[in-house]
């Protein structure tokens, strides 16, 4: 079944410096990766997806590349801010949204002030 | 309402008993989702409802596991004879159809002693 892989554990950064967090999945039949917030003691927060047929996204701050060859994906936040303190997740689905997501197991994002 | 709706929040329970989770989705969104998620680790699946019917439980670990989701909205995850490795936070998520992104409730905090 799916594997996702997620570096690093953990990443401080200085606030205002970017943050990059990278996942690598082994099924390549995967077409959805969503990455999520998790704030402590909430549920994970969608903040950015991409499907297979695209190579890079932008939402304001955030960015999300995808190298299917490769299988592997980033997160990219830029000008971090201390509230962008948080674990965040990578996922992969092989059934696009519709489907169970596997999960990496996390980084632990401190932007220190 | 206005989010994904866990109760309870906390629970606490002896080992061998009986326990049910509670969801309520967002209004109106088909989909339905409980994933579990242990310290220290991403979320793993456990079942997808698409209205009323169960479309994948691949991910509940055993029999002693169980959902519902008789009317196509409220969802209860049942576990029978409960077990000190059960505990976990178990997260609901829906989505409006099950194409797009989903939304997840913070979770109920499940802990077997």
């Known amino acids: 079944g799916e594997n996702v892989e997620q570096h690093p554990s953990t990443l401080s950064v200085q606030e205002g410096d970017s943050a990059v967090i990278k996942c690598t999945y082994s099924?390549?039949?995967?077409?959805?990766f969503p990455w999520y917030k998790q704030e402590l003691g909430k549920g994970p927060q969608l903040i950015i997806d991409?499907?297979?047929?695209?190579g890079e996204k932008k939402d304001q701050r955030i960015a999300v590349t995808l190298n299917k060859t490769a299988k592997h994906f980033s997160l990219h936040i830029t000008e971090t801010q201390p509230e962008d303190s948080a674990v965040y997740f990578c996922?992969?689905?092989?059934?696009?949204?519709?489907?169970?997501?596997?999960f990496g197991k996390g980084t632990k994002l401190s932007v220190k002030p | 309402g206005a989010g994904v709706s866990q109760t309870p929040s906390n629970k606490v329970t002896e080992k061998g008993k009986y326990v049910e989770l509670r969801c309520d989705p967002i209004?109106?969104?088909?989909?339905l989702y409980w994933y579990r998620q242990s310290l220290g680790q991403g979320p793993e699946f456990l079942i997808y409802f698409q209205g009323t019917g169960a479309a994948d439980d691949s991910g509940l670990p055993n029999d002693r596991f169980f959902a519902v989701r008789p009317e196509g909205s409220v969802s209860t995850l049942k576990i029978q004879r409960t077990e000190r490795g059960d505990s976990a936070v178990y997260l609901c998520?829906?989505?409006?159809?099950?194409?797009?992104?989903?939304?997840f409730g913070s979770g109920t905090r499940l802990t077997v002693v």
């Open positions: 991409i499907r297979s047929n695209v």
């Open positions: 209004s109106g969104h088909t989909a």
């Open positions: 998520a829906s989505s409006l159809s099950g194409l797009d992104g989903y939304t």
């Open positions: 099924d390549s039949a995967s077409n959805y």
């Open positions: 996922a992969a689905s092989i059934r696009g949204s519709q489907g169970n997501l596997i």
